[in-house]
């Protein structure tokens, strides 16, 4: 997984890209190790921020030797991954909710769309289908008005939270917006 991140990385920063570079680590001695690079000419590496409570480090890395700095931060046992610093925006102009639903990967491919259309677009409140997931984010605005109890079977109880990070990015909660949102997203 490092390797591909490591040529990722290289692909970006050699379409001209500044030479930023985001390092998340997961311990302070993948810190002092970062620093101590920074100390060595032949890496060229200057930490430039450390952002602890995200456990992210800000370094700059010379062109000269990208690839050589590169592969020594990913060879650092506490680094979880190095990935070129980049500007992101967020959308200004209102975002349509309603063909930004329809143009989802996911409901692409499942056809949704096409099931949609078949229920005139209108749920039935007589169906009740049971999406069995990671959980769902049963106040979420798109969601909660088509919500009823649900059941967590993982933690044997009767919160189906779908609890989020690292290993979940929501699949439980799109899965659900997939079959019961209302499409009415702020």
């Known amino acids: 997984m490092?390797?591909?991140?490591?040529?990722?990385?290289?692909l970006i920063s050699s379409q001209g890209f500044a030479a930023e570079y985001l390092?998340?680590?997961?311990?302070?001695?993948?810190?002092?190790?970062?620093?101590?690079?920074?100390?060595?000419?032949?890496?060229?590496?200057?930490?430039?921020?450390?952002?602890p409570t995200a456990s992210l480090v800000l370094v700059n890395v010379g062109k000269k030797a990208e690839v050589k700095t590169l592969a020594n931060l990913l060879a650092e046992p506490g680094v979880e991954y190095v990935v070129p610093n980049a500007t992101m925006y967020a959308f200004t102009a209102p975002v349509d909710t309603a063909a930004t639903l329809k143009e989802q990967w996911a409901n692409t491919k499942v056809q949704a769309e096409k099931a949609w259309s078949r229920a005139a677009n209108k749920g039935n409140r007589n169906v009740i289908i049971a999406v069995i997931d990671t959980g769902v984010d049963y106040k979420h605005q798109?969601?909660?008005?088509?919500?009823?109890?649900?059941?967590?079977?993982?933690?044997?109880d009767s919160d189906p939270m779908d609890i989020t990070g690292a290993?979940?990015?929501?699949?439980?909660?799109h899965c659900s917006g997939s079959i019961g949102s209302t499409g009415l997203v702020d």
């Open 23 to 51: 390092v998340k680590i997961n311990n302070s001695r993948a810190l002092s190790s970062i620093s101590e690079m920074g100390t060595q000419k032949s890496l060229s590496l200057q930490v430039l921020e450390h952002n």
């Open 142 to 156: 798109a969601l909660s008005q088509n919500m009823i109890a649900g059941y967590d079977f993982k933690d044997n």
């Open 167 to 173: 290993q979940n990015p929501g699949h439980g909660t």
């Open 2 to 10: 490092k390797s591909m991140l490591l040529v990722s990385a290289l």
